[in-house]
């Protein structure tokens, strides 16, 4: 690097930059939660499913779901995308609960399968309205088709 | 090795590798179970191996971090460290839940574990990278606070430097972004919003500063380029990995629900986070080129220039081939990300905490400047044979994820994901032979540890 190029002059650089672009971050981040309840479907959070879709959060995290799926294409890889299945199985809380329920306890051999949870009516019927939650958020037209 | 107190960098390097260890045979699980569907099912479910390899992953950084910081801060400060005691109780501490929450995930289901750690109360864990349960996560707040203490105090009482001054920059930033893990609302975008707080913040901004501080340390010592050259580097380099990574976030925020707009500046700010990265290439290469000494620790000069090119490909060019909101449109969440995932972890993360491990190891260990040559061979051995397979480990992956998004996502007749799973598999089966590569290039790094021990160290040429 050139003399004419001191340390100080990149010590400069390297405090007011990170601090302009933290401060348009923090701007930006003001405006997408401003934007937000247009799109983050909320009203299903404050409708009368709002605790049944809290509770299927709960299980789908104490059950680690994320550890073999993705959700809106963040998780892991192991298993299909899950924010448009209630779309995928035909608009239906049914078709997840009853896939969920049917799920063999030793596995099927030679192939992935997921584990059986032993889950209740009321906890199936949780998951599938969380399901359908997610799938409802406008995530700008992705997944690119129905496979997720 | 100039002050006592460094020592105490020497647990926290033992523990790293043995959590690496751990890490890398959870890896193999979870890649043969991408094949053989019921490999250790049901007692190993793969979210469950999956857990445990990014949980020691993350452990191993966190503990290798605290004792570069623990070796080099006295060190560029010149004085003792503030409390001895502290950094030693700390990592007694740190072992065990760490050590604890794995066993957790092993012996007892995930949904038993949440319960018999009272996850209700504060409910954090089931998100990816942060399922620990809480009360581990409360533990490694306070084992950063008492270790954020310490580190400050000696750099307080001492010499500031540049080199200590980022390292504490990056260490402060790393404590507080870690904090958005325990905000976990029901609202999923929300969640998913902050969680990169954590996550991006962390691997695409502040844990570049603590590699970055590591990496000129290192050039400083093992080159005996002029100090003043080196940290304007280092200001330059890290002034664009944030100028780049915060607004970089924004790749993130393309498909979770957020407004449409991240899709420019995610698009735009992350395509050029290749930058600081070239320029870390250049800056290792250069200083190397001019060095004012031979050091005869060779092989912490090659985990150094590894470092440099790895973390340019892996975080930078397999970074940039999907982050373009058109491209990611495709890619997002297939294995194209595993594959970036894996590289630039291995390259940025990984390999600089193998080259500060390399170049402090030996003096910790009573030398004056490095290990004998049989030893430094059979590490040059290991970091080729790592090396070499996780660019395979990566180009097999890219392979899979590539026909991946073609078959499920673009084709005619979109498939669904078993089916498309199915076709790839030729891939997972080369990925797992490459793993295993990269096994044999583990264990021969750690018999470096122990071979050759009692032959005369290492001198410079000239």
Same mark, same amino acid.
């Given at each position: 690097m050139a003399e004419a190029f001191t340390k100080s002059m990149a010590r400069n650089i390297f405090y007011g930059g990170s601090a302009f672009f933290f401060l348009l971050f923090l701007a930006l981040t003001f405006d997408t939660m401003g934007q937000l309840p247009n799109r983050d479907n909320r009203a299903a959070l404050e409708g009368e499913l709002g605790p049944v879709i809290a509770q299927g959060k709960a299980l789908w995290e104490n059950n680690d779901c994320i550890g073999c799926h993705t959700l809106l294409g963040e998780g892991a890889y192991f298993a299909p995308e899950l924010g448009n299945v209630y779309k995928r199985f035909g608009n239906s809380t049914d078709a997840i609960k009853g896939f969920i329920l049917s799920r #063999?306890? $030793? /596995?099927i051999p030679g192939r992935r399968s997921m584990p059986q949870f032993n889950f209740n009516d009321e906890e199936l019927t949780a998951l599938a309205e969380f399901l359908k939650y997610v799938s409802e958020i406008n995530t700008a037209g992705w997944p690119p088709n129905i496979q997720g | 090795m100039k002050y006592q107190s460094q020592s105490v960098a020497k647990l926290y390097f033992i523990a790293a590798i043995a959590l690496f260890a751990a890490q890398i045979l959870f890896g193999l699980i979870m890649g043969l179970q991408y094949v053989v /569907? $019921?490999?250790l099912f049901p007692e190993i479910p793969f979210n469950v191996a999956r857990m445990v390899h990014t949980n020691t992953l993350i452990v191993w950084m966190l503990m290798a971090f605290m004792g570069a910081a623990y070796y080099l801060v006295p060190e560029e400060a010149e004085t003792e460290l503030f409390a001895p005691w502290l950094a030693t109780l700390m990592f007694w501490i740190f072992l065990v839940a760490a050590g604890l929450t794995v066993a957790g995930y092993l012996l007892v289901p995930y949904a038993t574990l949440a319960e018999l750690t009272m996850n209700e109360l504060w409910p954090t864990m089931g998100r990816e990278f942060l399922e620990q349960p809480t009360i581990t996560k409360l533990g490694i707040v306070i084992v950063a606070l008492a270790f954020l203490f310490n580190i400050g105090m000696t750099i307080l009482k001492g010499r500031k430097t540049v080199v200590n001054l980022v390292m504490l920059l990056g260490l402060v930033g790393l404590a507080v972004f870690f904090l958005f893990a325990f905000y976990n609302p029901t609202n999923v975008v929300m969640d998913k919003f902050f969680w990169w707080w954590t996550v991006h913040l962390w691997v695409e901004g502040v844990w570049e500063l603590i590699l970055g501080a590591i990496l000129a340390f290192v050039l400083i010592k093992t080159t005996g380029v002029d100090r003043e050259v080196i940290e304007k580097w280092l200001y330059i380099i890290i002034a664009m990995t944030l100028i780049t990574g +915060? +607004? %970089?976030? /924004?790749?993130?925020?393309?498909? +979770? %629900?957020? #407004?449409?707009?991240w899709q420019w500046w995610g698009s735009i700010f992350s395509a050029m986070e290749p930058i600081p990265f070239f320029m870390m290439t250049v800056f290792a290469f250069n200083m190397v080129n001019k060095r004012r000494r031979e050091h005869p620790n060779k092989v912490a000069i090659l985990w150094a220039l590894g470092t440099a090119v790895m973390a340019f490909l892996g975080a930078g060019v397999w970074g940039f081939l999907h982050t373009l909101s058109p491209v990611n449109y495709y890619t997002h969440g297939t294995q194209i990300t595993a594959a970036h995932g894996h590289m630039a972890f291995y390259g940025a993360y990984v390999m600089i905490n193998l080259t500060i491990i390399s170049y402090a190891m030996p003096l910790l260990r009573g030398r004056n400047a490095a290990n004998p040559p049989k030893s430094q061979i059979l590490e040059m051995w290991a970091f080729w044979l790592m090396t070499v397979s996780m660019v395979f480990i990566t180009l097999f992956l890219t392979g899979a994820g590539i026909l991946q998004a073609y078959l499920q996502?673009? /084709?005619?007749n979109p498939q669904s994901f078993m089916a498309v799973q199915d076709q790839i598999a030729l891939f997972y089966w080369l990925r797992e032979i490459a793993g295993v590569v990269f096994l044999i290039g583990l264990v021969l790094y750690i018999a470096s540890f122990f071979? %050759?021990?009692?032959d005369p160290e290492a001198v410079a040429a000239d």
């Open positions: #063999p306890k $030793d /596995g | /569907g $019921d490999f +915060i +607004i %970089g976030t /924004g790749h993130h925020f393309f498909w +979770i %629900g957020t #407004p449409e707009y996502r673009m /084709g005619e071979v %050759g021990q009692k």
